[in-house]
């Protein structure tokens, strides 16, 4: 029996639904949001769930949503749907223990507020300076086995990929949801960075990073989760453009949120990063990630010496018929080819049809929620969570 539970209530366990239930609910329970928690034949999804979670704390998870909710309607839930009964300190140190383990999120300074968190981006990231060989083997193995499909299901990415300026032609306007140099320049938001966990979990599985030995290449923007960890440190603006140039040299991706009001840029490379490597599995990737670029290459100009083959982190350049080619299906209009072709044979074009990103992240998670159950029942849900109710 678990002591937390036995100490605090006088029910026992044979009261209750049997774990793999509670696992399973919380399962469901998570996946109702924007990027859901689907379910597999081999169970991986619940694996990851009990690493997460013991049987009381997963109880408590099912009494979140992705809206902040105070202890004492957290303590309500938990005794209306389980009759448990906790007191308020016992109920906030287990709520800031899952915080602390990145299970789940919370906000405000002294008053803390508690929430669910997606899985990616969400716990898994929240895991940070903190994985585990085994956590990181169940991610790979959801990843393939249904939620890499469930994180591209939209047609509304959760990130975008943002061109390197130096890949951008003078004539080209350039909007400042694709300048992130600009972003970041303008912003009066506080900019921290901290490690990047795909190429932490990748290193624990025995394959580094191909691209860069640093692993702290996350930047973010604004009061961060990941600060009162402690998993991320403050940077001026001009360390933070600093890492931009650092990507641009060494090939990394620009990948910020989705918004015009980005949380975050990930500086994300082909051989660690989740979305990028999961993406180049699919048939036409380009589909799935939102840019407004792509490349051209002058076949005449092009001298063939590989740089670019090596610098595409998408696999978008192959070589057929003694000639170089770009694929489309795959290219994503990151810019880092064109940034070091010594012949100057490629270039970013705009494409015809502009995408402008959701003001905000808010506005980004509803559009996909909307997309993935429709109006009707998106509006049912907000009018609960306005009432206080949990989805």
């Known amino acids: 029996m678990n002591k937390e539970y036995s100490e605090t209530t006088n029910n026992t366990f044979s009261q209750f639904p049997s774990d793999k239930y509670i696992y399973r609910k919380l399962q469901q329970h998570l996946d109702k949001y924007p990027i859901g928690f689907p379910s597999t034949k081999s169970g991986v999804e619940l694996k990851l769930l009990k690493l997460l979670f013991n049987p009381l704390e997963a109880?408590?998870?099912?009494?979140?949503?992705?809206t902040n909710t105070s202890i004492s309607t957290i303590a309500l839930r938990l005794k209306n749907k389980f009759q448990i009964v906790l007191q308020k300190n016992e109920l906030k140190k287990i709520l800031n223990k899952l915080f602390m383990a990145g299970a789940i999120d919370r906000s405000g300074q002294k008053r803390f507020q508690y929430k669910n968190a997606m899985l990616a981006i969400g716990m898994f990231e929240f895991q940070v300076?903190?994985?585990?060989?085994?956590f990181i083997e169940y991610m790979k193995e959801y990843f393939e086995d249904a939620f890499g499909e469930e994180f591209f299901h939209s047609s509304l990415p959760q990130l975008r990929t943002s061109p390197h300026l130096k890949a951008i032609v003078p004539e080209h306007r350039i909007a400042t949801y694709d300048n992130m140099r600009r972003y970041i320049k303008k912003t009066k938001k506080l900019i921290h960075v901290?490690?990047?966990?795909?190429?932490?979990?990748?290193e624990l599985l025995g394959n580094p990073c191909k691209q860069v030995d640093n692993l702290e290449v996350c930047i973010l923007f604004g009061e961060s989760s990941h600060l009162a960890r402690g998993h991320a440190r403050t940077i001026t603006q001009d360390e933070c453009l600093k890492l931009i140039d650092l990507a641009e040299k060494k090939g990394l991706v620009l990948q910020p949120a989705n918004s015009l009001q980005p949380f975050s840029i990930c500086l994300c490379c082909g051989c660690c990063c989740g979305v990028l490597t999961t993406a180049k599995k699919l048939e036409k990737p380009a589909?799935?990630?939102?840019?407004?670029?792509?490349?051209?290459?002058?076949?005449?100009?092009?001298?063939q010496c590989s740089?670019?083959?090596?610098?595409?982190?998408?696999d978008a350049i192959i070589q057929k018929d003694n000639q170089f080619i770009i694929d489309l299906d795959r290219c994503i209009g990151c810019g880092l080819c064109v940034t070091k072709c010594p012949a100057?044979?490629?270039?970013?074009?705009?494409?015809?049809?502009?995408?402008?990103?959701?003001?905000?992240?808010?506005?980004?998670y509803l559009s996909i929620l909307k997309e993935k159950v429709g109006r009707k029942k998106m509006m049912f849900n907000m009018l609960k969570l306005l009432f206080g109710k949990q989805l």
Request: overall charge positive; glycine content about 2%; charged content about 20%.
């Open 194 to 202: 901290m490690n990047c966990v795909c190429k932490q979990g990748e």
């Open 307 to 314: 740089i670019c083959i090596k610098r595409c982190q998408m």
């Open 59 to 66: 109880k408590i998870a099912l009494c979140l949503s992705l």
């Open 344 to 364: 100057q044979a490629l270039k970013l074009m705009k494409k015809e049809q502009q995408t402008i990103p959701p003001l905000h992240h808010i506005q980004l």
């Open 287 to 303: 589909r799935h990630l939102a840019s407004n670029y792509y490349a051209q290459l002058d076949p005449f100009a092009c001298k």
């Open 129 to 134: 300076n903190q994985l585990t060989k085994e």
